[in-house]
């Protein structure tokens, strides 16, 4: 009888050969994946804690959850954000792929405005020009 938990000993040519036929059956398994959508998964697994390969197997339901957190994040924390969403009811349909572009400009004039830079009148005088005589 064959023991079934017998491996042979691991020689240079064994794991040269496993090697090789584990990259292929990959590569064979992998030829109807989306490359976009396996650039997605590592890059949601990194920003979220969870294995790539595991993001990959319910990539729109990870993505649409990420995409979820962070616009509850970013509306929770931003004011500006909040009253540009409820000035308008389309407002939020327009803007729903932008809001960390508009949660960092608005971080930005905010943090122009706490300089005393938008708002403050000019202490110097404007230049005169030269009066003519009639």
Do not use: C, W
């Amino acid at each position: 009888m064959t023991d079934v938990y017998s491996f042979p000993d691991p020689t240079p040519d064994n794991i040269a050969d496993f090697s090789n036929r584990r990259a292929q059956a990959q590569a064979q398994l992998a030829l109807d994946d989306s490359p976009d959508d396996a650039a997605r998964a590592i890059d949601l697994g990194k920003a979220t804690g969870i294995p790539a390969p595991v993001v990959h197997s319910d990539l729109e339901r990870v993505d649409s959850d990420y995409k979820a957190k962070l616009t509850s994040g970013i509306i929770n924390n931003n004011q500006f954000i909040r009253d540009y969403i409820n000035a308008h009811p389309l407002a939020a349909a327009v803007s729903n792929d932008d809001y960390g572009q508009l949660d960092a400009a608005s971080g930005a004039i905010s943090k122009v405005g706490q300089k005393g830079l938008v708002g403050r009148k000019s202490t110097r005088a404007l230049p005169q020009a030269p009066r003519t005589s009639s």
